[in-house]
């Protein structure tokens, strides 16, 4: 089935430096992609949503310079968190959806960001 | 907008028991409907997907049937095992509509004890 694969599965990092976590889909074309954010114990926020080769659309009240969303490619985006500071210390989740008739989503298996 | 209301946790049952995790939403056009389990420290991973009414979804002996009536997706498991032990989101998506990001619910937290 399809494989959406997430990297680094956690990372430690100091304030004010930036984090990069890279989602690929292994197996097939992701034309969309999305990044969730997710504090403990609640459900997924949505952040933003990726298209190969475009700007991401950033939900309202997420700073699109501070979570820098790259998707150069159909197999890859990046998620960079700039100048990181302890609360952006969180779960952070990519998504990539396929095209019908296998319409779904697959999710990358997260990566838990903690800012010292 | 589209919403999805799920029931709230956690929930803990002994094994063997009959689980019943309820989900009703709210769309604006003909959405597919998802449930996602999430066990701890891990991302999502589909448990189980309907796109049209009637139409039910089944995997691991877990089965959601999309009812357009009553504008529910029950999440159902006649005999449930510590090892289903794990976080449950109910989804739903309009793509057809032209939205294609998924809207969850709250999760419900379920533990199963021996």
């Known amino acids: 089935g399809a494989v959406v694969s997430q990297h680094p599965s956690w990372v430690i990092c100091k304030s004010g430096t930036s984090v990069k976590i890279e989602c690929r889909s292994l197996d097939f074309q992701a034309t969309t992609m999305f990044w969730y954010r997710q504090f403990p114990k609640q459900s997924l926020m949505l952040m933003a949503t990726?298209?190969?080769?475009?700007?991401?659309?950033?939900e309202q009240g997420v700073e699109k310079d501070k979570f820098l969303i790259n998707h150069a490619s159909l197999t890859l985006s990046t998620l960079t968190v700039t100048s990181a500071h302890p609360e952006d210390s969180s779960f952070y989740i990519c998504s990539a959806s396929s095209l019908p008739p296998n319409y779904g989503y697959t999710f990358g298996s997260g990566t838990r960001l903690t800012v010292v | 907008g589209d919403s999805v209301t799920q029931m709230e946790g956690p929930v803990t049952l002994s094994e063997e028991a009959f689980l019943t995790i309820n989900c009703t939403y709210t769309?604006?056009?003909?959405?597919?409907l998802f449930w996602y389990v999430q066990y701890p420290g891990e991302g999502l991973q589909l448990l189980l997907k309907a796109t049209k009414a009637d139409d039910k979804g089944s995997n691991k002996g877990f089965e959601a049937t999309y009812r357009k009536e009553t504008t529910s997706f029950h999440l159902e498991k006649g005999s449930v095992q510590v090892s289903d032990s794990a976080v449950y989101f109910c989804?739903?998506?309009?793509?057809?509509?032209?939205?294609?990001?998924?809207?969850f619910g709250t999760g419900t937290r379920l533990t199963i004890i021996p």
């Open positions: 989804a739903l998506s309009d793509y057809n509509s032209g939205n294609e990001k998924l809207t």
């Open positions: 990726s298209n190969e080769g475009s700007k991401a659309t950033y």
């Open positions: 769309a604006t056009g003909y959405p597919s």
